[in-house]
């Protein structure tokens, strides 16, 4: 099992930018795929970004494309998303997953573990 706790949510202004870090306990951190996701209110979680195993590939949705970037240290057990440039409907909280296998992926059913999420407002 793993655990996941999020960070580095906060208030900025649009055009600003906040980087997220997740921190993950479990043994097996090394050896799955791990991503973002973000979900506003009354809306559906929705995929942000992922990364494999190795931080060697990873994905991103369409919206964030050029603005956030996903990395991640495996010998801190540790994830982060930098998000520039962000705007006012971007504003939701902001989840760290962990999936079962290596390879990035986009599906919410793909992760079978969750952190509490961190709460990210963009502000006009």
């Known amino acids: 099992q793993v655990q996941l706790v999020e960070s580095g949510g906060g208030l900025v202004q649009a055009g600003g930018s906040l980087r997220l870090s997740c921190a993950a306990s479990g043994r097996t951190f090394s050896s799955i795929a791990m991503g973002w996701f973000r979900q506003a209110p009354g809306k559906e979680r929705e995929f942000v970004a992922s990364i494999s195993a190795r931080g060697l590939s990873s994905l991103y949705a369409d919206s964030v494309k050029g603005r956030f970037t996903i990395s991640r240290d495996n010998a801190k057990n540790t994830v982060h998303l930098q998000m520039d440039s962000l705007k006012p409907e971007e504003t939701a909280i902001y989840y760290c997953?962990?999936?079962?296998?290596?390879?990035?992926?986009?599906?919410?059913?793909?992760?079978?573990?969750w952190g509490q999420g961190t709460q990210v407002t963009v502000s006009s």
């Open positions: 997953a962990a999936s079962s296998i290596i390879f990035a992926r986009i599906s919410t059913d793909d992760y079978p573990y």
